[in-house]
């Protein structure tokens, strides 16, 4: 349970009131990863996007050099970091199930002038989505970005890491409006 601190200076519950039962909360508001021993294993699939925006002439000149830095090949090492986190991704977030990932594909691309935007598509045929694997996949795969370019400018920022659809479940979910 959360505390605010009064302005008399002392600490008092805060009730959250949330419409939507949290999965992820058990009936007393301890954490808990969600039982799906009795859903139906079906095919899931998840989009996520991450946008690495470059200052204009940076992103020129890593166009101009085919994508490469000091450190190597900057796009083809995003896709192998992004595809490990995606197959760790239970490792890294708490009460995600550890899954058999099926397919995992990135889209990395120029969409603006200097706005890299990473597409990480994940699908897997079980119980559970593969959100969140396809957001810690586009996510990684930018921070790699930035770690391979961080030596030509600071001034590279990671933005917009989004759901764009998912698949399967109980709804499924698509977005329209990609880069901002």
């Known amino acids: 349970m959360k505390h605010a601190r009064s302005q008399s ?3 008092k519950p805060i009730r959250l009131r949330v419409k939507t039962k949290l999965t992820h909360v058990d009936a007393n508001g301890r954490p808990r990863m969600v039982d799906v021993g009795f859903k139906v ?3 899931r699939s998840a989009t ?5 925006r470059f200052p204009a002439n940076i992103a020129r000149e890593l166009r101009e050099n085919d ?3 000091k450190k190597g090949p900057i796009i083809d090492t995003a896709i192998i970091a992004g595809t490990m986190a995606v197959k760790r991704t239970h490792e890294l977030i708490p009460f995600c199930h550890p899954l058999a990932i099926e397919r995992c594909d990135f889209s990395i691309a120029f969409e603006k002038a ?3 935007v990473i597409r990480c598509s994940v699908s897997v ?3 559970t989505g593969v959100e969140m694997e396809a957001l810690t996949g586009a996510a990684v795969a930018a921070l790699t970005v930035y770690d391979m370019c ?3 400018s600071h001034e590279i920022t990671i933005t917009d ?3 764009l659809e998912k698949t399967g479940g109980k709804r499924s979910v698509k977005r329209r409006k990609i880069v901002s």
């Open 125 to 127: 045929t079980h119980k």
């Open 161 to 163: 890491v989004k759901l």
């Open 114 to 116: 200097s706005a890299l």
């Open 67 to 69: 994508m490469r830095a």
């Open 41 to 43: 294993a079906t095919v």
């Open 150 to 152: 961080k030596a030509i």
């Open 9 to 11: 200076g002392k600490t």
């Open 48 to 52: 996520a996007i991450a946008t690495v």
